[in-house]
């Protein structure tokens, strides 16, 4: 399946102006998850040096094995809640280490809170003595149970500060207060990008424990019970992971970016009973939809407002839904 | 001016059981502070033995230098961002270190965020290897700007995650976030007292830089200027110290209190410029009042929802504003 990669790697590419990148030295934390493994592929392809660092805690080899014999690819097994140091010059750092699925939050708050504090601490830190560019990967729980939906930036959040999904919400606000804090204090050049919901080839599956779409997408494919929390009228607005790659490095180069934050994801709201209906029919499935209790606390809408990543990157999503989730639902059967 | 604060003490000693306290080892971060240094004050007169933590960040050696020739009394000098071992067994801890005064945040945001996150996690870790019960206090600057008011403690919280208070807001947050994850994870008996402005003897002054109270008083003393930030419209409730402590210590000894989130302060909502008349008045001064831009993100209300408190620990504060300013600025006359 790895050609269908490829295929979507050239895309992002495509969008993209290799100078900014030919020759840059980038260094990619969970560089073998989902999101870490995309922004390698396509920073290689692109001409630059990747450092990867990853501690597998929820990433996998398979995703980065492919470029392991990339002269310009280092990959470093390194816990990130450790400082860490690199011999060359760093022109980006792309932080995007941390478990993100809320399965994991209950039984890793720890791990989870060290990643998106102590870690984004070590890579500032990093940062500041390379004078490298920072990317924080901050993410729309951030907004909590919002008021405003569509979501802008200027919208703070409304976060259970002590609730099950705490660790995550409240770690990746702390990760964004120390992003600020390092840019005020040191001058250092950061971007904060909050990611909403994303999906594509390479999120974990992961049984009735994965994240939503390929959750749905391995059941339907296994004629297995499609699982629902709640009565499924939640919302999410699902990003192809090409599209989101692409706004995070346009984001990453901007001119005028310093010290921003922006919103990327897919404006379309769509209920999480709906998007089982789409995959029970793009996958030609019989699976029966099965209804479990929401978990505490699970937001019940989820919707970026882009305005400002179209303003300042001229970006939108272009991959619709049906088409993305094609494409993953090809990638999940070579895969299953 | 001690005798104040010893009367004072004898106060909060009256409205506790002293067989919940003679006996049993304490150990205070930020001992050294404003509302530290009367946490020690009270357990030694309890019959307490009391480890006193302070790294001087914002605490003093005059708060707690009556203290040094009492046999129970031990001071540890101290960063609490760095772990910390005790070879006697704790039966309590209070962690109470964290400069708390606003004008602090723009120029120690870093170390804010490393006592409130580090120092919560370190001195959970002595909870857990010790037994012992862990009290964070944690503030009503969790609520950021809150929708409602009086804010109870089922309220989120609206705060702004990047902007110039999100070091302590948003680090105190986390403290309350890594403190119910160490008593999910490992069953530590934690109570998170959030607790609302408090005011009283050995609040710094400061000078224009004091937090309100201390510096209207000396400013209304010394015939300065009283400095108001904003029109003065926007509201806070003040809490003498001797009804915050006695809260404080009734909630560490309550039977049921394990997990629980309990707001701490005074529900009379005075505004600022109310404040400043009431300050003039008490000290018959002639300070004119001044007005100041006011600072980013400045909580326009702040108003505690105390039924909680009442009802689990059958408490109130007992001091009303004029009293507790009188006794106030009887101490600052023997200070200034």
Request: aromatic share 10%.
């Amino acid at each position: 399946m790895m050609d269908l990669i490829r295929s979507d790697v050239r895309d992002i590419v495509r969008a993209l102006d290799r100078a900014d990148f030919k020759g840059k030295i980038a260094l990619v934390t969970g560089g073998a998850g989902f999101l870490g493994s995309w922004l390698c592929d396509v920073l290689i392809e692109l001409g630059a040096r990747v450092y990867c660092v990853d501690n597998f805690a929820s990433g996998r080899w398979e995703n980065i094995s492919h470029l392991a014999s990339e002269e310009n690819f280092v990959f470093i097994e390194h816990d990130v809640s450790k400082p860490l140091e690199i011999k060359e010059k760093l022109d980006y750092i792309f932080h995007f280490a941390s478990r993100a699925s809320p399965f994991e939050f209950e039984h890793y708050p720890l791990e989870i809170i060290d990643a998106n504090t102590l870690g984004t601490r070590n890579m500032l830190e990093l940062a500041r003595k390379n004078d490298a560019r920072f990317i924080f990967a901050s993410t729309s729980e951030i907004y909590g149970q919002p008021d405003v939906v569509p979501t802008p930036e200027t919208y703070w959040g409304y976060v259970n500060p002590i609730g099950i999904r705490s660790c995550y919400d409240e770690s990746k606000r702390l990760g964004e207060t120390i992003t600020m804090a390092y840019h005020r204090q040191y001058g250092v050049d950061v971007r904060i990008v909050r990611i909403f919901n994303t999906y594509g080839p390479r999120m974990r599956a992961d049984g009735v424990y994965g994240r939503v779409v390929p959750r749905f997408i391995s059941q339907a494919l296994n004629r297995e019970p499609i699982t629902v929390f709640g009565d499924g009228s939640q919302t999410r607005s699902f990003c192809y992971v090409t599209d989101l790659i692409t706004g995070v490095l346009k984001f990453a180069v901007l001119e005028n970016g310093n010290g921003e934050v922006v919103n990327l994801g897919n404006p379309r709201e769509v209920s999480i009973l709906e998007l089982a209906h789409i995959i029970k029919k793009l996958t030609n499935s019989d699976s029966p939809i099965e209804f479990h209790p929401l978990p505490p606390d699970d937001p019940p809408r989820r919707c970026p407002d882009i305005s400002k990543a179209q303003k300042l990157l001229n970006w939108k999503p272009k991959v619709e839904l049906e088409e993305g989730l094609k494409k993953t639902i090809e990638w999940y059967k070579g895969e299953i």
